[in-house]
């Protein structure tokens, strides 16, 4: 789909930035036809910054439950239940219909089979969220598949179709996205993967905020100089019809996988990083309505000494200081194949000064794992794996609170879950 070469960043002030301004120029012929142009407008870009504040609030993170259904099939396997939809559905209720969530989880990833489902009871999983006042989020990336002409590496795909799809899962309830894709150290990493993995997550962060506006007119510039015609709550009637209006989180993880120091995770999280940033400024992204979803800068998970947490929390803080602006308002970590205990440890230990941003957590493994344990997959433990799941989201909360101690975890919290070449 043809895009105009221009963005309307301010309804209010109607500046337009690129190269050419849509006022005073002529179309070019009287025959029409279809064109499109993405348009943002001050009430929608609002609505995006709300929704990045109130996931990123204070003793709230996130639960990612976004895995792919192959790879929600490892989990249940992991407990000796096959990979049906029945089951999926049943772990996913258990988690989503669990008391009291929301105190201390603010958002929710889910994959599409659950954005569209129901509980067995037929309320749909969005409504219980909502009424938890958890927001829902819809994982929109297609997966990793080999890099052509890279050492070994892997791209995500995804974006083709991704803004009608965005404004599907927008009707359906969701208001964020997610778009994870990698980064290898010990594979490099190429300068291509990472450029790469930059570009596709601007692109899907930029489509993830705007509005594609299409219709038969004579040439782009006349449909954007209608637009600005529109009184304001017109223009605000548009954008609920048409905007894909989620929160992007960006997420380049680098793997945990290799041998390497901590200092070389330092310097691929910021150079990964500071390509990010260059393609989200040039995709005209709205920094205010996106969230972040790095790994902790961590020695490779082969390496012989393992860091405290104090070490990682300076290592982590200092990348995120060097290469995020404070514009961000929200910083939720992924786990990576930590254990459960490591990953609340050193989200507490980055807690204990003020940050420029909201430091959080956006965990799958590190919230799910003692949840499945618990579980079984018998409908008797449901309680019991609910209220496992309450004491993970209670630790996290309290790291993000900068107030977490161990003291009375369990050894099973304490395992780590790395595997190499981790895929979701
Ligand atoms: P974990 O690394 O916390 O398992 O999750 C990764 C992820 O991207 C979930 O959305």
Same mark, same amino acid.
């Given at each position: 789909?043809?895009?105009?070469?221009?963005?309307?960043?301010?309804?209010?002030?109607?500046?337009?930035?690129?190269?050419?301004?849509?006022?005073?120029?002529?179309?070019?012929?009287?025959?029409?036809?279809?064109?499109?142009?993405? =348009?943002?407008?001050?009430?929608?870009?609002?609505?995006?910054?709300?929704?990045?504040?109130?996931?990123?609030?204070?003793?709230?993170?996130?639960?990612?439950?976004?895995?792919?259904?192959?790879?929600?099939?490892?989990?249940?396997?992991?407990?000796?239940?096959?990979?049906?939809?029945?089951?999926?559905?049943?772990?996913?209720?258990?988690?989503?219909?669990?008391?009291?969530?929301?105190?201390?989880?603010?958002?929710?990833?889910?994959?599409?089979?659950?954005?569209?489902?129901?509980?067995?009871?037929?309320?749909?999983?969005?409504?219980?969220?909502?009424?938890?006042? =958890?927001?829902?989020?819809?994982?929109?990336?297609?997966?990793?598949?080999?890099?052509?002409?890279?050492?070994?590496?892997?791209?995500?795909?995804?974006?083709?179709?991704?803004?009608?799809?965005?404004?599907?899962?927008?009707?359906?309830?969701?208001?964020?996205?997610?778009?994870?894709?990698?980064?290898?150290?010990?594979?490099?990493?190429?300068?291509?993967?990472?450029?790469?993995?930059?570009?596709?997550?601007?692109?899907?962060?930029?489509?993830?905020?705007?509005?594609?506006?299409?219709?038969?007119?004579?040439?782009?510039?006349?449909?954007?100089?209608?637009?600005?015609?529109?009184?304001?709550?017109?223009?605000?009637?548009?954008?609920?019809?048409?905007?894909?209006?989620?929160?992007?989180?960006?997420?380049?993880?680098?793997?945990?996988?290799?041998?390497?120091?901590?200092?070389?995770?330092?310097?691929?999280?910021?150079?990964?990083?500071?390509?990010?940033?260059?393609?989200?400024?040039?995709?005209?992204?709205?920094?205010?309505?996106?969230?972040?979803?790095?790994?902790?800068?961590?020695?490779?998970?082969?390496?012989?000494?393992?860091?405290?947490?104090?070490?990682?929390?300076?290592?982590?803080?200092?990348?995120?200081?060097?290469?995020?602006?404070?514009?961000?308002?929200?910083?939720?970590?992924?786990?990576?194949?930590?254990?459960?205990?490591?990953?609340?440890?050193?989200?507490?230990?980055?807690?204990?000064?003020?940050?420029?941003?909201?430091?959080?957590?956006?965990?799958?493994?590190?919230?799910?794992?003692?949840?499945?344990?618990?579980?079984?997959?018998?409908?008797?433990?449901?309680?019991?794996?609910?209220?496992?799941?309450?004491?993970?989201?209670?630790?996290?909360?309290?790291?993000?609170?900068?107030?977490?101690?161990?003291?009375?975890?369990?050894?099973?919290?304490?395992?780590?879950?790395?595997?190499?070449?981790?895929?979701?």
């Amino acid at each position: 789909m043809a895009c105009a070469n221009f963005v309307k960043l301010n309804s209010a002030s109607s500046s337009w930035i690129g190269q050419k301004s849509p006022f005073g120029q002529r179309s070019q012929g009287s025959s029409t036809r279809r064109v499109s142009f993405s =348009i943002r407008a001050n009430s929608y870009t609002d609505e995006l910054v709300q929704t990045a504040k109130s996931i990123a609030s204070p003793g709230r993170g996130i639960l990612a439950i976004d895995e792919s259904n192959a790879t929600c099939g490892k989990r249940l396997a992991s407990i000796g239940l096959d990979n049906t939809e029945t089951n999926r559905q049943a772990y996913r209720q258990l988690l989503l219909t669990t008391p009291g969530l929301g105190e201390y989880i603010s958002g929710a990833i889910l994959f599409e089979e659950t954005l569209y489902q129901s509980t067995t009871g037929g309320k749909k999983f969005v409504d219980c969220l909502l009424d938890e006042n =958890i927001v829902p989020g819809i994982k929109v990336d297609k997966g990793l598949v080999p890099l052509p002409g890279s050492n070994n590496e892997s791209w995500c795909q995804g974006l083709d179709g991704l803004a009608s799809r965005s404004a599907e899962y927008y009707k359906q309830g969701a208001r964020f996205a997610k778009w994870r894709t990698v980064v290898s150290i010990p594979c490099g990493p190429s300068a291509l993967a990472v450029k790469e993995a930059a570009w596709g997550l601007a692109r899907y962060a930029a489509i993830s905020q705007f509005g594609m506006l299409v219709g038969i007119f004579p040439s782009k510039n006349r449909l954007a100089f209608i637009v600005t015609k529109l009184s304001s709550p017109d223009k605000a009637r548009l954008h609920q019809f048409l905007d894909n209006g989620l929160v992007p989180i960006v997420e380049p993880e680098i793997l945990l996988d290799g041998d390497h120091p901590i200092d070389r995770t330092l310097e691929v999280a910021e150079k990964v990083w500071a390509e990010v940033f260059y393609y989200l400024a040039e995709n005209n992204v709205v920094f205010e309505g996106i969230l972040l979803k790095p790994s902790m800068v961590t020695p490779g998970a082969e390496h012989k000494e393992k860091a405290s947490p104090d070490t990682i929390a300076k290592y982590t803080l200092t990348m995120l200081k060097r290469r995020v602006p404070p514009a961000v308002p929200g910083i939720m970590f992924l786990s990576g194949g930590q254990s459960e205990v490591q990953a609340t440890l050193n989200l507490n230990a980055m807690n204990q000064t003020p940050n420029p941003w909201h430091v959080s957590f956006s965990y799958a493994r590190a919230l799910q794992n003692t949840v499945l344990k618990t579980w079984q997959g018998r409908p008797e433990n449901v309680e019991a794996a609910q209220k496992s799941l309450l004491v993970r989201a209670k630790a996290n909360s309290l790291a993000q609170l900068g107030r977490y101690s161990a003291e009375g975890e369990n050894e099973e919290a304490k395992k780590g879950m790395f595997v190499k070449g981790y895929t979701y």
